[in-house]
């Protein structure tokens, strides 16, 4: 497998194939919950909890069950918003059936917090939620109380060409891996996804949940998603972004990626934000939250109750 082409899939799931028979994601979800009542075809908002807000985003193909070790280690001491993406995870497309994902779900997200009235919570973003929540923070840095991103870097594109590559060189990349995705039969899907799945979460017995929100992913969204992702360079933005920040990150899951390599990767990445904190997180893969929660739950809690 072609080097960027591994780091690339450390990063996100490939490809999600599109269920047979998609749940209906107003109602699946875990326990011990409420909807927002907040009207949108893009997301939903599963609200629990008393106090602080904060607001978790879950990555490609994913659900917001990905966060509950986390919302049962915060033991209702904040009011936790997790977003459920249109088309990920057993949620009908919707709004997100045709063209970008990322971008107008960040947006929704911001009119969320204004319309709920939710002062300056803090975000915590994973993968393609971290480059959601990168949009929210530069975009509307008005916003954001806290930002937290979850093994992501702000232009993923850049590991699909060789050094100096743009949003903009990337494009006939992004089209072919957009053309594989979309047009793959389901099959291939399933093949693809459990791979990158298993890849991606270290911890054997935690796979099963991720592995069935790709599942019951609608393909074209997610294919769609994946394409956004790969052509959006948000390095010239991360300079508006106003809330203290911090980067969890993991190894490259790529033998010829060492520690030094990685880090050197993401104090380049996110050069364009200097007050933002990077941390290493050892013996994980791209799951954080599911391969080392003890880490992470730490770094959560100093994250939230940072001044």
């Known amino acids: 497998m072609n080097h960027r082409i591994a780091i690339a899939a450390a990063l996100l799931v490939l490809a999600s194939p599109l269920a047979a028979q998609a ?20 997301i939903h908002v599963a609200v629990e ?79 393609m939620g971290g480059t959601m929540s990168m949009m929210l923070a530069a975009r509307h840095p008005d916003l954001v109380g806290r930002l937290m991103v979850v093994d992501m870097i702000p232009f993923m594109g850049a590991m699909f060409g060789p050094p100096g590559t743009t949003a903009e060189s990337v494009v006939p990349v992004a089209d072919q891996v957009y053309a594989g995705q979309s047009g793959s039969p389901r099959d291939q899907y399933l093949t693809q996804a459990k791979a990158a799945v298993t890849a991606m979460i270290k911890t054997e017995a935690a796979r099963t949940g991720p592995l069935s929100d790709v599942e019951t992913s609608d393909q074209q969204v997610s294919a769609a998603a994946f394409r956004e992702l790969i052509v959006t360079d948000l390095r010239p933005e991360l300079g508006k972004i106003t809330a203290p920040t911090e980067v969890l990150y993991v190894k490259f899951n790529d033998p010829r990626m060492t520690d030094a390599i990685t880090d050197a990767i993401y104090q380049m990445s996110f050069s364009t934000l200097p007050g933002a904190k990077l941390k290493r997180i050892d013996d994980s893969a791209h799951f954080i939250m599911l391969d080392q929660p003890t880490a992470f739950y730490g770094q959560l809690d100093a994250f939230l109750s940072a001044k």
Do not use: C, M
């Open 23 to 42: 749940q209906d994601g107003h109602t699946n979800h875990a326990h011990g919950h409420a909807h927002a009542a907040f009207a949108s075809d893009r």
């Open 49 to 127: 909890g008393q106090g602080p807000d904060v607001i978790f985003i879950p990555g490609l193909s994913s659900s917001p069950a990905v966060w509950q070790g986390a919302v049962d280690h915060l033991n209702g001491a904040y009011r936790v918003h997790r977003i459920h993406v249109q088309g990920f995870a057993g949620a009908p497309a919707e709004g997100n059936a045709a063209g970008p994902v990322a971008a107008p779900v960040a947006e929704e997200i911001a009119r969320y917090i204004r319309e709920q009235g939710l002062t300056k919570p803090a975000v915590v973003g994973h993968s």
